[in-house]
């Protein structure tokens, strides 16, 4: 097996790679982009999941691999997006990634045009440390573990594997990871613990659903209204397939697959949400999904009835690749 290293987000390095037989030139290379997003967690006892990203691995057809290692600069990260306070120096470690606050728009790049080797690339795996935390809204720290994940001493290599099949043309290729960190994010007699449910597709093929939700539908639904502090509402938006579909809460094998936490835009003054990493279609053939809010708390390890979590009535929406669908909630 033939194992490439590069340094993510820093120098864009055209790495020449010999053939297997110890001759041959330069292999084509192509830029590949990949970001993480999440799907929203309950709010009210969890403040920020800190995961401590180290590198990916990308691995190919032909049994090659490319390790990728993150290095963001310094303007790539910040509160908004890392478990960070006020500005980082660049200065090692690099600090974690807030997973819980993206969503939507906000992403976080783990690599950002990398050459890599044009081909086919069967899986891909995300490492991180067991420096990962979860901090609660009361201020306390608390580790975070993946037994599934975390490096061995008989495995230095393990990760997050996501098994997908994309190919890297000369164009280069992007994709998105879309952590759903409300099935993930568990807790055992150990703790806090990261049992990772996610899907990766690539950006090329996406579109997003996003909107307005009115003061008087949240207020009427439970959700927590602006006070000039927090601007967390304890609201989501839900997202299913096709129209029309049946409304129903986060579970194991729940046909939810995307979720978006309702945030007040202070800039705006409105309530507002946004579902990013949708697969779409074609303006004369769209990708048909429906889309629902609740506030209510949504336990992940069961399957509640729609009298624990109430939802608004389903809305239809169509999502065409590369466009914003705008799906707002109004009397």
């Excluded at 470690?93 to 950002?112: F, I, W």
């Excluded at 795996?125 to 609660?136: A, E, I, M, N, P």
């Excluded at 507002?272 to 429906?290: C, N, S």
């Excluded at 399957?303 to 799906?327: E, S």
Aim: aromatic share 6%; proline share 6%.
């Amino acid at each position: 097996m033939k194992k490439v290293e590069l340094a993510a987000l820093g120098v864009i390095v055209a790495t020449a790679i010999g053939g297997c037989s110890g001759g041959g030139g330069s292999e084509a290379t192509a830029p590949l982009t990949l970001s993480v997003t999440d799907a929203p967690i309950d709010s009210t006892a969890i403040d920020s999941v800190c995961v401590d990203f180290t590198r990916l691995t990308v691995h190919y057809a032909g049994q090659q691999e490319v390790v990728l290692d993150y290095k963001p600069l310094p303007a790539q990260v910040r509160p908004e997006t890392h478990c960070v306070t006020g500005v980082w120096d660049g200065t090692e470690p690099v600090p974690p990634v807030r997973l819980n606050a993206l969503g939507g728009a906000l992403t976080v790049a783990l690599a950002e045009s990398l050459q890599v080797p044009v081909g086919r690339i069967t899986w891909i795996r995300l490492h991180f440390t067991d420096k990962s935390y979860v901090l609660d809204n009361l201020g306390g720290q608390h580790p975070l573990s993946c037994p599934s994940c975390e490096p061995t001493d008989n495995n230095a290599g393990r990760g997050f594997k996501l098994n997908r099949t994309f190919e890297v043309g000369s164009g280069g290729l992007a994709l998105a990871v879309d952590v759903d960190l409300r099935r993930s994010l568990l807790t055992d007699t150990s703790g806090y613990v990261l049992r990772p449910t996610a899907r990766i597709e690539n950006t090329a093929a996406l579109g997003t659903i996003a909107g307005e939700v009115r003061a008087d539908i949240l207020s009427g639904q439970g959700g927590v209204p602006y006070a000039g502090t927090t601007t967390e509402t304890g609201c989501a938006v839900y997202v299913y397939a096709n129209h029309a579909a049946p409304l129903d809460d986060f579970y194991d094998g729940s046909p939810v697959i995307a979720a978006a936490r309702v945030l007040y835009s202070v800039s705006l003054g409105q309530y507002r949400y946004a579902v990013g990493a949708l697969p779409g279609g074609t303006t004369a053939v769209p990708t048909p999904y429906t889309v629902a809010l609740t506030c209510d708390v949504d336990d992940p390890t069961v399957n509640d009835t729609i009298a624990v979590v109430k939802f608004t009535a389903g809305k239809n929406a169509d999502v065409v690749i590369g466009q914003t669908t705008t799906v707002d909630f109004a009397p």
